[in-house]
């Protein structure tokens, strides 16, 4: 029964914005993101401060 | 019973110089931390990464030639293995050191997946307020911390997730039960990463996958961690009474960022250790698992097909179904976590394959993909562009100034478990029904008579008496909260030891 829980696939996510939550996180689970729409343009802002080169240069050890 | 811990170690970098010495950052990041001067009190004694779970002890581990050459070379400074590691037992049980030059933060042991998040976000928090302490002593915000586990030039660290199960569960029943999970585990739990790397090796960019660390898996079992990394480790180090119970130790998760990904990634397994308890799970096995891990996370549109040794070939999605299936037929009406987890992993794994901006702000791989390509519509670029690398990188930067997802979180866009409240109390002390909570007590109450200490047991300076407080075997929440409240309320260690034991003795 491997594929019962499995709902035909659809291609990739089409508008790659949060949409509004199901009822799933009310009571004692998560709690939803806030409605609305978000400010991409803040975020956006904030990617476009990420110098360039930051991973280029970035070196560590290797660790566990 | 089922207790768990995260162990996250930290990457690190200076803006202001060419080239940091990790050892010195890395140590001086966790000192950071102290308002006084730093004491050795951590105990090694129950620390053997030799010690194999198959059975046997292996005589060398991959990364010791390479350890010893660091040895050698990091020998002229001035101050030893112990300064270097910076060992610290904090007040809510946690442990804070410096590990193979990345700032670790192990959190005490939990019992409940909210304790275990609150306490996985308070790691950032200390972290993150020890950079900006060694910032000040700098004299500018040059110091960064990411919460990842690449470079993106081959060079990879750990986060890892301890799961304590009966010793009666062998060791080959784990393999069987786990090794498929794990495999496919990634599509819930994985970080994201752009680009491709091996051990060592550098970068190829162009490509994004589901997992951090899947590219640095190269066997299926084994005992090393920093070479020839296994999907299941089979280090047999159960810090607890080794003839009771033995300590998952895995090495393959990803450090995750958004708490739903983490309690996720912690939930399932824990539902999936009871099913193999339970002898519940139908056998199913990989072909190669290896190979498996690495394609399915070079497909972010799920469609690489597995195949296993029966003849059967799925997806990574219907292996993790099949496993939430189990679970759902077994352990339904369990408990209330159970259930929530049970419903959660369902719908997950549904919006997987229907609709999976739905996870955006619950799953790292797809918060991450999200942003990065709504980055390279607007500003126009491809795959190859290295500046992408860079954006995965400062996902993870635990400033919340700086970092692409705390930035997400303060616009309310990430799926919270946890209450800011709850995270203050974990920096504050450990779970009350845990024996990490009582370790934090011990160290809130008594830390200067305090000589060593570890996981399992706590060493009080003086007298003749035994002044050890052991506890390789307190798991049980009642006795837990019994000996807590003794400690509490004791003046001394000593009374408090003496009141223990002898409870312990009219009990007997």
Redesign the interface.
């Known amino acids: ?7 035909e ?11 509004s ?2 009822p ?2 009310e009571g ?7 409605t609305g729409s ?3 343009d ?3 802002k ?3 401060r ?15 | 019973m089922r207790l768990f811990g995260i162990e996250t ?1 930290y ?3 200076r803006d202001d110089i060419p080239e940091m010495d ?1 050892v010195v950052e890395s140590m001086e990041l966790v000192r950071a931390h102290l308002a006084s001067s730093f004491e050795r009190r951590w105990d090694y004694a129950g620390e053997d990464p030799h010690e194999d779970a198959r059975g046997f002890r292996v005589s060398g581990l991959q ?1 010791d030639r ?1 350890e010893d050459e ?1 040895a050698r070379r990091d020998a002229h400074r001035p101050f030893s293995f112990h300064d270097m590691k910076s060992d610290l037992v904090l007040p809510n049980g946690a442990r804070f050191y410096n ?4 700032p670790e933060y192990s959190t005490p042991e939990c019992r409940t997946l909210r304790d275990l998040v609150a306490h996985d976000r308070a790691g950032e928090r200390i972290v993150h307020r020890a950079a900006q302490r060694r910032n000040r002593l700098l004299g500018g915000a040059y110091l960064r911390l990411y919460k990842n586990n690449t ?3 081959g ?4 986060c ?1 997730d301890n799961y304590l199960v009966p010793r009666s569960i062998s060791f080959p029943a784990l393999t069987v039960g786990l090794l498929p999970f794990l495999v496919s585990r990634q599509v819930i739990a994985g970080a994201g990463k752009v680009g491709i790397e091996a ?2 090796s550098g970068w190829v960019p162009g490509a994004y996958q589901l997992s951090q660390r899947a590219d640095f898996m190269e066997t299926e079992l084994g005992v090393d ?3 020839n990394r296994p999907i299941l480790n089979t280090r047999d180090e159960p810090h607890a009474d080794r003839r009771k119970y033995r300590r998952l130790h895995l ?1 393959i998760g990803d450090a995750n960022m958004c ?2 990904a983490t ?1 996720l990634k912690i939930g399932t397994t824990r539902l999936v250790l009871d099913l193999i308890e339970r002898g519940a799970l139908p056998p199913l096995e990989v072909e190669q698992p290896v190979v498996a891990i690495k394609q399915v996370s070079r497909d ?2 799920m469609k690489t097909v597995i195949r296993l040794k029966d003849g ?1 070939r ?1 997806s990574a ?3 993790q ?2 496993y ?2 189990v679970a759902h037929r077994e352990l339904a009406g369990s408990d ?1 976590e159970s259930d ?1 987890l049970l ?2 992993w ?2 997950t ?2 919006a997987l ?6 996870l ?2 619950k799953l790292d791989w797809v918060t991450k993909l ?2 990065i ?3 390279m519509r ?2 126009r670029i491809g795959w190859d ?3 992408l ?6 996902y993870h930067n635990v400033n919340p100034e ?1 970092g ?1 997802y705390l ?2 979180e303060a ?7 946890t209450t800011e409240d709850e995270i203050e109390e974990a920096l504050r002390s450990g779970p009350q029904d845990t024996r990490g909570g009582l370790r934090g007590l011990c160290v809130q109450r008594f830390s200067e008579q305090i000589q060593s200490i570890q996981w399992e047991r706590i060493q009080f300076r003086g007298g003749l008496r035994s002044q050890h407080l052991n506890m390789g075997d307190l798991f049980d929440t009642q006795e837990i909260r019994r000996c807590a409240d003794i400690f509490q309320q004791a003046r001394s260690p000593a009374d408090a030891l003496a009141a223990w034991d002898h409870g312990k003795e009219i009990e007997t």
């Open positions: 029964m491997i594929q019962s829980l499995m709902p696939r659809r291609e990739g996510p089409g508008d790659p914005m949060p949409k939550p199901g799933l996180e004692g689970g998560p709690r939803r993101p806030e978000p400010d991409k803040s975020l956006l904030r990617m476009r990420v110098d360039p080169k930051q991973a280029e240069r970035y070196r560590q050890r290797t660790g566990e | 170690e990457g690190i970098t990790p990364q390479e660091f590990d193979h030059t990345h470079d993106f030039h060079h990879s660290y750990g890892h051990q060592e961690t920093m070479h090495i708490e739903y309690a972010s549109e059967r799925v999605l219907e292996l179904a099949h939430c299936e209330e929530w419903s959660e369902a719908e794994l549904h394959s229907d609709d999976r901006s739905r955006v702000g999200w942003l390509e709504t980055f607007e500003e562009d290295p500046w690398a860079s954006l995965d990188l400062e700086q692409l930035g997400l616009e309310g866009k990430a799926w919270r478990l």
